[in-house]
């Protein structure tokens, strides 16, 4: 089980930090990701790490996010600065057995964080 937190209401320009914690399973041996989903938009990739670090990014959030994992922990982070109204959606952490650049499709999902940033 995948459980996000973090979200909350932010100013354009602020920072949050999102974390995922897992139970019942080791994360080390798991790909990690974010997505995210607007209001009528589809759900989308954020980011995403492997098991060995290599991260990869939507171009939209690249230099802005940074994905982490702590895999003592059992956790993922996504730390977003320079947030923009555009970044508004409810994030899900999700759990793979690879990177979805690569072909790979998540395979657990956590429950969504909202994340809101007025202008």
């Known amino acids: 089980q995948l459980q996000a937190s973090g979200g909350g209401l932010v100013q354009a320009g602020d920072s949050l930090r999102l974390s995922c914690v897992a139970t019942g399973r080791a994360l080390g041996t798991y790909a990690m990701g974010w997505y995210r989903q607007a209001p009528g938009k589809q759900r989308e990739l954020v980011a995403e790490?492997?098991?060995?670090?290599?991260?990869n990014y939507v171009d939209s959030v690249k230099g802005r996010f940074t994905i982490s994992r702590d895999n003592a922990k059992n956790m993922v982070f996504l730390q977003m600065n320079g947030l923009k109204p555009e970044d508004t959606a409810v994030y899900y952490c999700?759990?793979?057995?690879?990177?979805?650049?690569?072909?790979?499709?998540?395979?657990?999902w956590g429950q969504g964080t909202q994340v809101t940033v007025s202008s």
């Open positions: 999700e759990a793979g057995f690879g990177l979805v650049r690569d072909g790979y499709s998540p395979q657990s």
């Open positions: 790490m492997n098991r060995g670090g290599s991260a």
